[in-house]
């Protein structure tokens, strides 16, 4: 497999949202806004890509046995640097996504990938596999994001376009579930031409 | 691929593995405390800006009082040498979790500004309460002695935001807590 399909696989073929449909709680939780969709989609993919690395680099001296304890406390460790880093230099960006950094700990988007790939494959493989996932998963977070503010909020990363409220819903929970459903569907039609 | 699992090497490894982990997390929580620690005190005195008067100094030094079975914290703004407004922090339970302001309160129970410093009300809804003007401003030189800090709903003169009268409800029950330990502030300095 060529360096560049590791990557666009991400985006599309393996897009972690809508086709490997990983990863759903921060996703439905997170995508109030384009902002915070995107922002949630960066942190994410940044845990990704180091703990892919180190676990390619560590993986053919980790016994069998124990290599899922092992995974999971480097995931935890870079989580939990990650949140270090967000809450000294972005305490903004911290105070609206606080509550769910440290759930990517148990985001099974880094654990899966860790398993099905990084433990398979080469540090330099491993990396651009996080880069993909980690596009897509922010690119997907990004575009519930913005179609929940256009129609929730009536406007576009703050930027508002009308005046007043948007249909409020699509900023709650259901909305969340409608806007998810339906730009699967959409993904799914249009992946398959 | 993966090393054949005995309990030397599993041991070996997780102890490795933790060890490694500690350190780093050690070092980058040594490396950002302080910064850390910058971040919140910049955000408190930026809310202690907002909610007390211009004029005089405030002591950035935490205090504490106990009132009605909880513990306050707060803030003196000092002019010349006498006490002329206080910044509590008032935490109460909103519609979706804490939600915690701080008040500043002037002499004779009038509140000065309000300022949300954390909440965890619906977005689009409740969560106006950190955003809508119209809202907040209505508690900028409140007068307790006149008003009542209650929703209309209620009987109050509070107007709650639209659609989110428990979020309304629980600010205005915040800000009359924040104005009664004033109160009890007040009494204990005479």
Redesign the interface.
């Known amino acids: 497999m060529s360096k560049f399909s590791i990557i666009t696989r991400g985006l599309v073929k393996e897009n972690p949202t809508f086709v490997l449909v990983l990863g759903m709680c921060p996703t439905l939780a997170t995508t109030?806004?384009a902002m915070n969709g995107l922002e949630m989609g960066l942190a994410t993919m940044f845990v990704l890509i180091l703990s892919n690395i180190v676990i390619s680099l560590?993986?053919?001296?980790?016994?069998?046995?124990?290599?899922i304890?092992?995974y999971i406390?480097?995931i935890?460790?870079f989580v939990?640097?990650l949140q270090?880093?967000m809450?000294?230099?972005v305490?903004q960006v911290y105070?609206t996504l606080g509550?769910f950094i440290p759930l990517i700990v148990v985001n099974c988007i880094v654990l899966g990938r860790a398993e099905a790939f990084a433990?398979?494959n080469g540090a330099l493989d491993s990396a651009l596999d996080g880069i993909g996932i980690g596009i897509g998963f922010t690119l997907s977070l990004t575009v519930i994001g913005i179609v929940r503010e256009i129609l929730?909020?009536g406007s576009v990363f703050g930027w508002k376009f009308i005046a007043g409220?948007?249909i409020?819903a699509f900023?709650?929970a259901p909305g969340a579930f409608l806007v998810m459903g339906y730009l699967m569907v959409l993904f799914n039609k249009l992946a398959k031409k | 691929m993966a090393a054949k699992s005995n309990l030397l090497n599993m041991a070996a490894c997780l102890t490795g593995v933790c060890l490694v982990c500690s350190a780093i997390l050690g070092g980058v929580y040594a490396t950002t405390k302080e910064p850390i620690e910058e971040a919140s005190r910049k955000a408190l005195l930026e809310a202690l800006a907002v909610v007390l008067p211009a004029e005089g100094e405030v002591n950035p030094e935490a205090q504490f009082i106990e009132f009605d079975g909880k513990n306050y914290e707060y803030y003196v703004q000092m002019l010349d040498t006498t006490a002329v407004c206080w910044a509590v922090k008032s935490t109460v339970g909103g519609f979706g979790g804490p939600l915690t302001l701080l008040v500043g309160v002037e002499k004779g129970g009038v509140v000065h500004a309000t300022r949300v410093l954390s909440h965890s009300e619906t977005p689009g809804l409740g969560a106006k309460c950190e955003t809508e003007t119209s809202f907040i401003d209505q508690f900028k030189g409140f007068d307790t002695s006149v008003k009542s800090l209650k929703v209309k709903k209620d009987g109050g003169d509070v107007d709650a935001i639209t659609a989110s009268t428990i979020t309304s409800r629980a600010y205005a029950e915040a800000v009359s807590n924040a104005v009664k330990v004033v109160e009890k502030i007040q009494e204990e300095v005479q």
């Open positions: 109030t806004s560590i993986a053919p001296v980790v016994p069998d046995k124990v290599h304890p092992v406390v480097v935890a460790t939990t640097v270090l880093l809450q000294a230099y305490p105070a509550l433990g398979k929730g909020s409220d948007g409020l900023v709650m």
